[in-house]
């Protein structure tokens, strides 16, 4: 049984669960059952400013029969008073006090505005706070969220702010909706952010209704855009933290957020630089007990590789993503189709012949049957073949060595330099 | 032809220039591929034109062999 306690920034939790600032984590009654549940943490619902919600918020995009590969939604923060959601959280810290229950605030880029807003949520005893600087809809459009989120010096100022007053550790929760995160990831760290998480939501427009030309989702005919999150955005939300995590500027822990939905998910956060994981989609899909399936499977996962403490996982694959004028232009692979196992459905021949290197060749055995065969002198190695393959181990892709030494692209350049002009254009 | 046999008769020339004595003294890489600009000791000069990308890998390799050890 491996140790699966965090401590993010000084934020303790009994595992790195933690459900993100939405739906979910609204009022005492569903963290008090996502706990119980499992869960290791809640990032309360945004507190601020009082809003109002339009009706009809979330829409969903289903791809090929995959329910929620991507969620939309044009929900604000929290509708509920103040007053409502410290009480409760109050009540679920002393039922809880082992869990991490941690503020997510949002209020008008003004020091007296956040002043206010932490001592009252740390008065109720939270263990931390998240600055919601990411939502990408309805409060930006008053200064908030994405819109001073999108604005290094905001981000830097208000985390100052923040920090002025705050005696709980502060993460600073970024928005995607931004060429270069880690900027806006510096800025945080500048204004002395003790951790940051990502990603919110990325602006997005789920759909468009091509028999009644209505946006989905409409409120009364009329659509706005809105956040997209779910399994759709994990990639970008693993590079977003990928890149903050190999950035020795922002040398703070991170939270990562962004279409985490099982154990496997949060691993690959956790090795590319997340101390601990938020959920939010996953849980809206499927319900808070996908959490016991996230232990378990993670715990397994821990014991079998023989490591002690989840935390020894964290930026174990930083290292290992670089730039790509730093990879080896001389490494090579090759596709290898297994002709037992494969089904004769010519998919990959299909891809290599009309979108690739026209290199798996269709040929005939002595009995006349059909089979397919890669000429692997003109193979790439692009990986298309065992993509569209619906065979599992149809298609090995295999190192072949090229009998050339390792030289990268910024190596490569260099040497021409050197030649050119007699110096090193990238040492000089 | 496949482009594989294109490299291999690049990576002959290549070779070859190599084996006759020359030196890799400039590279030209622009719009119509990458020209080679070899030299031997005798101050003549051979000129190869290559296309294919491994041709490109190839003669990078060279030139780093080249620059690392004084000599190929
Ligand atoms: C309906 C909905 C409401 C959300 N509300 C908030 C919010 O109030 N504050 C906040 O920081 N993030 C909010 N988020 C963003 C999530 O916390 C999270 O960053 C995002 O959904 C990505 O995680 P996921 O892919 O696991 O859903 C909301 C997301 C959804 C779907
Ligand atoms: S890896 Fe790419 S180039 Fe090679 S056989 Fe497959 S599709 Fe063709
Ligand atoms: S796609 Fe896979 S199963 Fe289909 S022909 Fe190619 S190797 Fe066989």
Redesign the pocket.
């Known amino acids: 049984m491996a140790d699966l306690r965090i401590n993010l920034a000084g934020i303790q939790s009994p595992n790195p669960f933690w459900l993100?600032?939405?739906?979910p984590t609204n009022s005492g009654y569903q963290v008090q059952r996502a706990f119980e549940a499992g869960w290791g943490g809640a990032?309360w619902?945004?507190l601020g400013d009082p809003i109002l919600n339009v009706s009809s918020?979330?829409a969903a995009v289903s791809f090929n029969g995959q329910k929620v590969a991507g969620?939309n939604?044009i929900?604000?923060?929290?509708d509920r008073p103040l007053e409502v959601n410290l009480k409760e959280i109050y009540e679920t810290k002393k039922k809880f006090p082992n869990h991490a229950i941690i503020a997510?605030l949002?209020v008008e880029p003004k020091q007296e505005k956040w002043h206010e807003i932490v001592k009252r949520v740390e008065d109720v005893g939270v263990d931390g706070l998240?600055l919601?600087f990411?939502?990408p809809h309805g409060m930006a459009e008053r200064g908030m969220g994405a819109a001073s989120g999108q604005v290094p010096e905001l981000v830097q100022k208000q985390t100052y702010w923040v920090k002025e007053v705050a005696k709980t550790p502060v993460i600073v929760?970024l928005t995607p909706n931004i060429t270069d995160i880690t900027v806006t990831a510096e800025a945080a760290v500048e204004g002395g952010a003790d951790a940051i998480s990502m990603?919110?939501?990325i602006n997005s427009l789920a759909a468009v209704d091509i028999d009644t030309w209505d946006t989905v989702p409409h409120v009364g005919g009329k659509g706005a855009h809105g956040?997209y999150?779910?399994p759709a955005?994990?990639p970008i939300?693993l590079h977003m933290v990928g890149e903050c995590a190999r950035n020795p500027r922002i040398n703070v822990p991170i939270s990562g957020?962004?279409?985490?939905s099982n154990w496997q998910n949060a691993v690959e956060f956790m090795l590319m630089g997340a101390t601990g994981v938020?959920?939010?989609?996953?849980a809206?899909h499927h319900g808070f007990r996908i959490v016991e399936d996230m232990i378990e499977g993670l715990n397994n996962y821990l014991d079998e590789k023989g490591i002690a403490s989840v935390s020894e996982l964290v930026g174990k694959s930083v290292q290992k993503y670089s730039d790509w004028g730093d990879l080896d232009l001389n490494y090579k692979i090759v596709a290898r189709i297994n002709n037992d196992t494969c089904i004769n459905c010519n998919k990959c021949h299909i891809a290599c012949e009309d979108t690739s290197h026209q290199c798996i060749d269709m040929l005939k055995d002595e009995s006349g049957k059909g089979y397919l065969k890669v000429r692997e002198e003109d193979c790439v190695g692009c990986n298309l073949c065992s993509i569209v393959c619906p065979v599992d181990g149809a298609i090995d892709m295999v190192e072949v060595k090229s009998g050339l030494p390792p030289m990268t692209w910024n190596e490569r350049q260099a040497a021409l330099g050197i030649l050119a002009c007699g110096v090193d254009p990238v040492t000089k | 032809m496949s482009e594989y046999q294109d490299f291999l008769q690049e990576r002959d020339r290549l070779d070859f220039m190599i084996q006759q004595g020359y030196s890799i003294k400039n590279i030209i890489e622009n719009l119509s591929g990458a020209f080679v600009e070899l030299e031997n000791k005798e101050g003549e000069k051979e000129t190869l034109q290559i296309l294919t990308p491994d041709g490109r890998k190839y003669f990078s390799v060279l030139l780093l062999k080249q620059q690392k050890t004084g000599a190929l």
Do not use: D, H, W, Y
Not at chain 1, 278 to 282: G, L, N, S
């Open positions: 993100a600032s939405a739906p990032v619902k945004t918020r979330f969620f939604n929900e604000l923060i929290t997510s949002m998240e919601n990411g939502c929760k990603i919110n939501t956040g999150c779910g955005v994990k939300a957020i962004g279409g985490i938020q959920v939010c989609t996953a809206m």
